[in-house]
């Protein structure tokens, strides 16, 4: 399994898109978010993504140099289509113009559709946190993703519909929620089937509905389904994000009749002192992380981390020791760069 720093991973992925066709800045932009994803320990939303990135290109899914377009605003709203282009792309400039929005006018909802694969949902509440900003982040796949069955039902009928939310501290990293509304990310299933190992049971089912741990069933052929966390619960969750990401944003929910696979989310950025003071809301969050981390802990466990902890954690030794890359994903992304004259073996 190779090993690298995260600046030659990024150039490796750069490299990558530079080659299929990829303007500069945006194959950097794409390519600091998927090794992001990976220094956070989200191996299923980064560099695994490149040849299925590269795939998405040739058949015209993703489309290249794309910027957003506001269809509709005011002072504290934005309604944005995205053209199809790079979701990291599309992502980061919807989240900078509502960021600014939310600094200015103390709320911003921005409700964006047409955009490609967005990777870490985290990623956006994390930088608008570091803004100062109370952020909730709604995502659905524009109706074509289906990758979950329904509580009682073992079709696929809802995409994983993630939330994500981040909030602010004063003297520390952001905390940060992300997470899909099924038992496991199907990107978690990826890397799994990448590996060669099997996944916890009760998260996913085969064509016939019965419960297993092997990642390949899912895929099929015949498919199977993920199923959702908490049961009905995580079910009920997937339901309404489906409605708040796709039916406020004209993407549309999961239905049989979308073909085209993107993203498409609704976000509130909130700034915490147009509600009430810095310093009380700061204290509050302070005093809840001190609350639940110091309960007493549950036999097998040394500690109780906050949202958001892990990925820190896992940024900083993965930025020291180096990244890993499973011998399958690398395989495939050297396979991905070979069709466009690029060897990627010589790099490692």
């Known amino acids: 399994m190779p090993v690298f720093s995260p600046q030659q991973l990024t150039r490796i992925s750069r490299d990558v898109f530079i080659a299929a066709g990829v303007e500069h800045e945006e194959a950097r932009v794409v390519a600091e978010h998927l090794v992001d994803s990976n220094l956070a320990g989200h191996d299923s939303h980064g560099v695994l993504r490149i040849p299925e990135y590269v795939d998405w290109m040739e058949a015209g899914d993703v489309a290249i140099g794309q910027h957003i377009t506001v269809m509709h605003e005011t002072d504290s ?18 989240f900078g113009l509502a960021i600014r929005k939310a600094r200015s006018a103390g709320i911003c909802i921005v409700a964006v559709s047409q955009c490609g694969h967005i990777g870490r ?34 079709g696929r009928r809802l995409s994983a519909n993630p939330i ?36 916890p049971p009760g998260c996913i089912v085969d064509a016939d509905g019965n419960p297993t741990t092997d990642p390949a069933a899912f895929y099929g052929p015949p498919q199977g389904a993920l199923l959702p966390f908490g049961q ?16 406020l944003s ?10 085209r696979i993107g993203n498409s989310f609704l976000a509130f950025l909130i700034r915490p002192d147009h509600l009430r003071d810095n310093a009380g809301f700061f204290a509050d969050v302070e ?18 981390l906050a949202p958001g902890e892990p990925e820190v954690r896992t940024r900083l030794q993965r930025t020291r020791d180096g990244i890993p890359v499973d011998d399958s994903a690398w395989g495939k992304i050297c396979a991905a760069a070979s069709r466009y004259g690029l060897n990627l073996q010589e790099k490692q």
């Open 121 to 154: 949902v985290g990623h956006y509440p994390e930088i608008a946190a570091q803004q100062g900003l109370v952020t909730v982040l709604f995502v659905n796949t524009h109706g074509a993703g289906k990758l979950a069955a329904p509580w009682g039902g073992r």
């Open 287 to 304: 005093a809840l992380v001190h609350h639940v981390k110091n309960s007493d802990l549950a036999a097998g466990f040394d500690e109780i």
């Open 232 to 247: 009905h619960k995580g079910f009920g969750l997937a339901f309404v994000i489906d409605i708040l990401a796709g039916a």
């Open 250 to 259: 004209g993407a549309g929910c999961s239905r049989d009749s979308a073909t």
């Open 77 to 94: 709203l934005a309604v944005i289509e995205g053209g199809w282009g790079f979701g990291q792309v599309i992502g980061l400039e919807a």
């Open 164 to 199: 994500s939310v981040g909030v602010p501290r004063k003297n520390a990293e952001p905390l940060v929620l992300d997470m899909s509304t099924s038992a496991i990310a199907e990107g978690k299933l990826k890397d799994a089937l990448n590996r060669g190992v099997s996944v």
